[in-house]
Structure formats: C-alpha cells, structure tokens
C-alpha cells in the first residue's frame, strides 16, 4: 500500500478515537433540555455530507475512485496530506475548546457558554474551516476525484450552517456577541 495512504489511513483512525468524546456530547445535546434549538435541514444535511466525505476518504485510500499517482508529483500528495493532518488535528482542538458548549447540532443550552479561547480566539468557525481544508487536503493526499465534487456541495451548507449559528449567539449573548464577532473572523482570521 502507498505510505501516504498508510498516513491518512493512520490519521483516521487517531482522530476517530479523539472524536468519540464529541460524539458522547453530541448525544448528551439530544437528551439535555436546549434554549433554543431550530429545526432546519442545516441540522442533519452538513453532517451527513461530512459522512460521506470520510467514507469517500477511506475508500479512496486503496485507491478507488483517484487518479494514477504516476502521473503527479509526490510532493503535492505530501502537501495534501500536510493540510488533511493539520486540519483533522485543529478540528479536534475546536470542538475540544467549546466544552460543553460542543454540540452536534445547531442549538442554545441552558448553560450554554460563549466560547473564546482556544481558535475560536481567532475565528468564530474554527471546526467548518478544519472540515472543508482537512478534506481538501485529503482529496489531495489521495488524489480523489470524487471528494473533491463534495467539497463543493458541502462548503456551501456549512456557510449557511455557520451563518445560522451566528444568529443563534447573536440573539442569546447580544452584545458580547457583538464584541467577540469584531474582534475575530467568520473563517479566516480577520475577515467577515
């Protein structure tokens, strides 16, 4: 097997041992009564695109559905695989910062906390950047023609994701909202 799969497969496996805390929260946001909790399909369609796209990873690792890695340099699947580790590993770290504020879907706890340390210091949307570069970057590594046609389908849903989670915090924390969002990125560190 290529070693750059043998890493990505490696990687995959790390950090679905360190998402399986998210995913013990993400059952807890199901049982603890929520403020607010809106029902749109921005709540499942993002995740399942997600889903998918990890599934596509896996399957690309023994190369199906990826170009000939004769035909480019490994310095670019190098390169890839960079961005998926990178990524993957940040992604973590977001979701680990919100504590128990994480939760899988768009919601408002009761107790629920603004979040301004760790990357969310920088930008507001730490883990849907980690999510679309981390498969990017994947789809690099792999040279997936598939992924990358689900990366485009899936940034825009996780725009309109972040965009609604905004309004959620704008509404329940107001101006220190407000504060936090002029001092921090919607994706990129200054920007929106």
Do not use: C
Not at 19 to 41: H, Q
Not at 48 to 72: D, E, H, P, R
Not at 80 to 107: M, N
């Amino acid at each position: 097997m290529d070693p750059i799969n043998i890493i990505v497969g490696l990687n995959i496996i790390a950090t679905f041992g360190a998402n399986v805390g998210g995913a013990k929260k993400g059952v807890r946001s199901s049982i603890i009564a929520s403020k607010e909790k809106p029902k749109t399909y921005l709540q499942t369609l993002p995740l399942i695109l997600s889903t998918l796209t990890l599934v596509v990873l896996i399957i690309s690792i023994f190369q199906v559905g990826t170009f000939s890695y004769k035909n480019f340099p490994d310095n670019i699947r190098i390169i890839g695989l960079a961005i998926y580790v990178f990524f993957s590993w940040l992604q973590i770290w977001s979701y680990k910062s919100l504590g128990e504020s994480y939760s899988q879907e768009i919601l408002i706890f009761k107790n629920h906390k603004l979040i301004m340390k760790g990357p969310f210091k920088f930008i507001r949307h730490p883990q849907y950047l980690s999510q679309i570069l981390a498969d990017a970057g994947g789809a690099i590594a792999t040279l997936s023609y598939i992924l990358i046609p689900l990366i485009i389908i899936e940034i825009p849903f996780l725009i309109l994701r972040a965009r609604l989670e905004e309004k959620l915090l704008e509404k329940n924390f107001k101006e220190m909202f407000l504060s936090y969002k002029k001092k921090t990125g919607f994706m990129i560190p200054f920007v929106g």
